[in-house]
């Protein structure tokens, strides 16, 4: 197989992996639903400047990832597909440019390990198909670093790629906030003082290429001031950036082993290769090696963006995902070189791979339990497991490593899409309220009046692109009211008191299972069920 064809088979790859299923992959609350909601808003608007949910201008997030979703639903309709259409394509992006750096670096043998590794990243595919910013940040923000990186190491032409991590650290920060240019900037300080090339500073094309970031990231944060004024910086820069690094959005998380078990959950199953792969970084026939060049410039690729949000008060599962990058091309580097892969000892990390990946058919079926499907449906990705994973136990065991990298990415390729199938799928509809949305719709007459108690579901507004207020004790709304520089703020939906429930107006009203019964105990009114499915009902007041 020629070099060209075996990277379209990376491509298609991808596609299949990252593209498959998104049609049935309902939109989930409340993270998906949020972005869901705001773009189709902006498309009804016609507003593409100012953000808005529920009617309400919506500061959570700057404009990039707004736009590509929008622009999918115009594409598409306001469908799923066309909600993961671009979180997909960026990923699909992110595993070519994690090639193409690997083989500028090392070789195409490397930059063709780093893409199939990074494919077959448990986090890397599952956000691929999220409806989040992650996936088009991960492109821009990774983006910025390697094109840095060769221009930094390339000769007097290649310096040019300067002017793309510019660009790229614009975009960045066009899809994120300050990060996209902040995280890249401490990375690469730590490199210069680590390596104390100052001089290199004069072939950074700094003024230029300040003027190319600004012109690119600049003028929506403009507009935007110029538009609503100070509350666009409370809310923004002062909630969703300061706020969120300085007082923690879901204090449970906040333990300092949080990022380690998602480095251990969202690199699986290349993470069982990673301890050889950095010992082999740092030592070398039981002797410390002086780091240089790109094995610095990696690890600290790695370790900066791990450390800086294990700081942050703030944890997400998504934040550390691209370190995913890095090490996706060191453990590629540590795998496709022969005089490593001859010497590598593979069995126990196979082993330790073999038995931990049990363990997730065996969650599938937790999961299935709870939205109550058949335990069977688990069976492919089990026997996927079981054989495919014993198969490359074997290759290990008989140390036919190179034989062993292939069968690895292969058994990780069909596992992935017979969980996506069999768990992912029945999953987001137990996590959407899509169900009892379509049936609200078709249940809506002139004048009907829509709440939720319980879990408050904007993908039932999504759906059913009608009003859907909270339903709250009175005297518990005005604690629940946006306020300023505080987590309420993102209470932008519309309240209303269950006490003040009208009692002659059709209603209908979203209760998840476990709130159900509380609803009833209340006796506001009589009402009857008009839908029970994905664990919530679907209520009308008689």
Not at 197 to 226: H, Q, R, S
Not at 323 to 329: N, R
Not at 381 to 389: A, D, E, K, N
Request: proline share 4%; hydrophobic share 50%; with cysteine.
């Amino acid at each position: 197989m020629s070099k060209n064809q075996q990277v379209l088979l990376l491509v298609l790859a991808g596609l299949v992996l990252l593209f498959l299923f998104n049609g049935h992959l309902f939109i989930t609350d409340d993270v998906e639903s949020n972005y869901a909601l705001t773009a189709k808003e902006m498309v009804q608007s016609g507003d593409w400047l100012s953000p808005q949910i529920y009617g309400q201008y919506w500061y959570d997030k700057p404009i990039f990832f707004y736009w590509l979703t929008a622009l999918g639903f115009k594409l598409f309709g306001f469908t799923e597909f066309a909600a993961r259409f671009f979180p997909a394509l960026f990923s699909v992006f992110s595993l070519l440019l994690v090639y193409w750096f690997g083989r500028k670096l090392y070789s195409h043998q490397v930059g063709l390990i780093s893409g199939f590794i990074l494919a077959t990243s448990l986090e890397f595919w599952l956000i691929g198909k999220f409806i989040i910013t992650d996936s088009a940040l991960f492109f821009f923000f990774n983006g910025a670093l390697a094109f840095f990186y060769l221009a930094y190491r390339g000769t007097k032409e290649e310096k040019n790629y300067y002017y793309l991590f510019y660009l790229f650290c614009g975009l960045a920060t066009l899809t994120k906030g300050p990060i996209g240019f902040l995280l890249p900037g401490l990375i690469i300080t730590l490199f210069f003082l680590y390596t104390r090339n100052w001089a290199e500073l004069k072939a950074m094309k700094i003024f230029t290429g300040a003027v190319l970031f600004l012109v690119t990231a600049l003028p929506w944060y403009y507009l935007m001031y110029l538009k609503h004024g100070e509350q666009f910086l409370l809310m923004f820069f002062g909630v969703h950036n300061f706020l969120r690094a300085t007082v923690s959005e879901h204090p449970r998380d906040n333990v300092i082993y949080y990022y380690l078990l998602i480095l251990i959950l969202g690199f699986f199953p290349w993470v069982a290769f990673l301890p050889q792969t950095l010992r082999k970084c740092i030592q070398k026939d039981g002797s410390w090696l002086k780091l240089k060049g790109d094995t610095v410039f990696l690890l600290l690729w790695f370790l900066a963006v791990f450390i800086f949000f294990q700081m942050m008060a703030t944890k997400y599962i998504t934040y550390t995902l691209p370190i995913l990058f890095p090490l996706s091309v060191l453990v590629a580097r540590f795998l496709g070189e022969k005089s490593n892969l001859s010497q590598a000892k593979l069995f126990w990390p196979m082993l330790y791979l073999f038995l931990f990946g049990l363990l997730f058919p065996i969650a599938g079926g937790l999961a299935l339990r709870m939205v109550h499907l058949p335990l069977v449906s688990i069976l492919p990705s089990f026997l996927m497991i079981v054989i495919g994973g014993g198969y490359c136990l074997t290759l290990a065991w008989r140390k036919n490593n190179n034989k062993l990298v292939w069968s690895l990415v292969t058994v990780i390729l069909l596992f992935n899409i017979f969980f996506t199938q069999a768990i992912f799928i029945p999953v987001t509809h137990y996590r959407s309220a899509k169900s009892a949305a379509l049936a609200l719709k078709e249940h809506w007459q002139p004048g009907t009046i829509a709440g939720a108690y319980g879990e408050y579901h904007t993908s039932a507004v999504f759906y059913s692109g009608k009003k859907i207020c909270r339903l709250e004790k009175k005297k518990d709304i005005a604690g629940m009211l946006p306020k300023p520089f505080s987590w309420t703020s993102k209470n932008v939906m519309p309240f209303m008191a269950l006490e003040d429930i009208p009692k002659t107006k059709k209603m209908l009203v979203i209760v998840d299972e476990k709130s159900y019964p509380e609803f009833l105990e209340k006796k506001l009114a009589p009402w009857k069920v008009l839908s029970h499915q994905d664990g919530l009902y679907l209520l009308e007041k008689i």
